[in-house]
C-alpha cells in the first residue's frame, strides 16, 4: 500500500471531517461529486466546508485539493479548532 493511501486510511480513521477514506491510490470523499478524486472549489462549497479555508488547502494552488492537501488540512484545521 502506497504512503498517500496510508495516510488516508489513518484519517479515515481518526474520524476527518465528512470521510477521507483511501482505496488503493484513491483519494474517496462524498465532497467529490465528480468522482475525480480532486475537490474543487465549487464541490467544496456545496459540501459546505468553510469557503475561506479552500485556499488554505489549496497548498499547489491548482484550484483542486487532493488526498494529501485535505489530509493536511483537516488536520491542521482540527488543531486550531480543538475546544471551540
Known amino acids: 500500500m502506497r504512503l498517500t493511501s ?3 486510511a489513518a484519517a479515515a480513521l481518526a474520524g ?9 491510490g484513491r483519494f474517496i470523499h462524498p465532497a467529490d461529486t465528480s468522482k475525480d478524486d480532486r475537490i474543487d472549489k465549487a464541490e ?8 475561506a479555508e479552500f485556499a488554505k488547502a489549496d497548498k499547489d494552488k491548482n484550484g483542486l485539493i487532493d488526498g494529501p492537501e485535505f489530509v493536511a488540512w483537516d488536520t491542521a484545521y482540527k488543531a486550531a479548532h480543538q475546544g471551540h
Open 16 to 24: 476527518s471531517t465528512g470521510m477521507a477514506l483511501a482505496a488503493e
Open 6 to 8: 496510508l495516510i488516508l
Open 44 to 51: 467544496w462549497v456545496a459540501y459546505k466546508l468553510p469557503e
